[in-house]
Structures are given as C-alpha cells and as structure tokens.
C-alpha cells in the first residue's frame, strides 16, 4: 500500500472561495466533494462515489478530478502542486490525499478542503427548496432551554442531502417497510419522506446533517407518529410489529 499525503499550500479560506466559484468548482465537483465530505473520515474508493453519484464506473470521475485540478492550477498557479515520478502532475492528489492499494484508489479530502466544505454546508442555501413534501416541513420550534425560534428542517430541506439520504438506505419505510413504487407503480417511484433522527433540541446552529447516518426514509403515516409519539424508529417499529402479529 502506497500513501499520498504530500502537503499543498492551498488555505482553508482559499478553498473555500474556489467552492463558491463556479468557473473553479463547478455543479458536478461540487456534488463531488460534498458527497465524499459525509463518508467516514470524509474517504472512499472511486467506486463507492460512483455508486453514490449514479456513474455507471469511477473512470469518469477519474477524468473529472483531472479537468478540476487543471483549473485549480490555472487559479493558483504560483502553488508547488504534487509531481509523479516522472515528472508529471497527479492531478487528483490535488483536492485529495489517498492511499494506493492492490485493487483500489482511496480519496480522502485534503484536511483544509474538508473544513472549507464544513463552512460551505453551514452557508449553502442554493438547494433549500420545496422539493420535499409538506408534511417534511415543520417551520419552527422552541429549543430547550432557550427562547431562540429554529428552522427545525432547515437541514432536511436540503435537496442533495434527501438524495444521499435515499440512494444509500433506498425508498421503503424504514418503520413499516411500505414501497409506493411496489403498491402504486410509476405514480409512487420516488415517494417517501425523510426523517431526521437527532432529536431537535440537540441540533444547533452549528449543526452540519450528515445524510448517510441522521436522515432515514419514511413513509407520512410512520413519520407523523414518530412525531406524535415522540419515538425512534426501533420504537415505533416494534410497535407496528407487535400489531401485525395480534
């Protein structure tokens, strides 16, 4: 196993500008590395971010880090980036470190990009739109202990976070099991709820929803007695468990 942990003389600040920078970072980089930001210690193999993005392989977003790398060169180019052996540039070493095993590349954000991305989802509004279904919007909530209103879903409202949400723990209730799609056909595709399963008097303002581990799918009878009933998922599902078997 080889490891890539060169240095590069790129800030946090720096980063973070090209991530507001749409002729640096563009739409798809972006998507990029937001969703290696929420995987364990913000790395994973080409293929696992291939699954998550819907490519059909890594290789084009081995070709994507490529054209990324060219244009963070061309803004900084004043900066000392990583060189191969043969003298040429390792283009994805630039946003990334990584390790270098038998049968796979490991990408891991480069530890100032990985605080730059924090900042970015703390700011980002560009995708707080009404995507999701009414009932997933509750608008405000008195935190304990405190006299402060707080968006309760400003979080969940967070497209690109239902879509992580989704494509790792898929679209049947994670409380009933109930498909749409299986009962309903083409109408249902797609049809779920999101919960989010941090009690909200734990959220605070500096609270980033990471997609993988604090949203599950489920569908609105399951998600309006979660809320009623004030339990957890484990809790309400042995209760339908427990019914189904009177």
């Given at each position: 196993?080889?490891?890539?942990?060169?240095?590069?003389?790129?800030?946090?600040?720096?980063?973070?500008?090209?991530?507001?920078?749409?002729?640096?970072?563009?739409?798809?980089?972006?998507?990029?590395?937001?969703?290696?930001?929420?995987?364990?210690?913000?790395?994973?193999?080409?293929?696992?971010?291939?699954?998550?993005?819907?490519?059909?392989?890594?290789?084009?977003?081995?070709?994507?880090?490529?054209?990324?790398?060219?244009?963070?060169?061309?803004?900084?180019?004043?900066?000392?980036?990583?060189?191969?052996?043969?003298?040429?540039?390792?283009?994805?070493?630039?946003?990334?470190?990584?390790?270098?095993?038998?049968?796979?590349?490991?990408?891991?954000?480069?530890?100032?990009?990985?605080?730059?991305?924090?900042?970015?989802?703390?700011?980002?509004?560009?995708?707080?739109?009404?995507?999701?279904?009414?009932?997933?919007?509750?608008?405000?909530?008195?935190?304990?202990?405190?006299?402060?209103?707080?968006?309760?879903?400003?979080?969940?409202?967070?497209?690109?976070?239902?879509?992580?949400?989704?494509?790792?723990?898929?679209?049947?209730?994670?409380?009933?099991?109930?498909?749409?799609?299986?009962?309903?056909?083409?109408?249902?595709?797609?049809?779920?709820?999101?919960?989010?399963?941090?009690?909200?008097?734990?959220?605070?303002?500096?609270?980033?929803?990471?997609?993988?581990?604090?949203?599950r799918p489920v569908c609105p009878n399951c998600h309006a007695m979660l809320h009623r009933g004030n339990l957890s998922i484990e809790e309400l599902r042995e209760i339908v468990e427990t019914r189904r078997r009177i």
């Amino acid at each position: 196993m080889k490891i890539y942990a060169e240095p590069l003389a790129i800030s946090t600040d720096q980063w973070l500008d090209m991530l507001n920078d749409r002729s640096v970072f563009r739409e798809e980089d972006v998507e990029l590395i937001r969703t290696l930001y929420y995987f364990p210690d913000c790395r994973a193999s080409g293929k696992e971010l291939a699954r998550f993005l819907n490519k059909v392989s890594h290789s084009p977003l081995n070709a994507q880090v490529g054209r990324l790398g060219k244009r963070i060169i061309r803004k900084y180019p004043d900066v000392q980036f990583p060189i191969r052996e043969d003298g040429k540039i390792r283009y994805w070493h630039i946003p990334f470190l990584g390790e270098e095993r038998r049968d796979k590349y490991i990408w891991q954000l480069r530890p100032e990009l990985r605080e730059a991305v924090r900042r970015y989802e703390q700011t980002d509004t560009d995708h707080q739109n009404d995507t999701l279904l009414p009932s997933e919007l509750e608008d405000v909530s008195l935190r304990e202990g405190g006299k402060k209103l707080v968006a309760v879903n400003r979080y969940e409202r967070n497209a690109r976070a239902r879509r992580l949400c989704l494509q790792k723990h898929g679209y049947r209730c994670s409380v009933c099991q109930f498909d749409f799609e299986q009962v309903y056909g083409e109408i249902g595709k797609g049809f779920i709820e999101v919960h989010h399963l941090l009690p909200l008097s734990e959220i605070g303002e500096q609270y980033t929803v990471n997609p993988f581990d604090d949203l599950r799918p489920v569908c609105p009878n399951c998600h309006a007695m979660l809320h009623r009933g004030n339990l957890s998922i484990e809790e309400l599902r042995e209760i339908v468990e427990t019914r189904r078997r009177i």
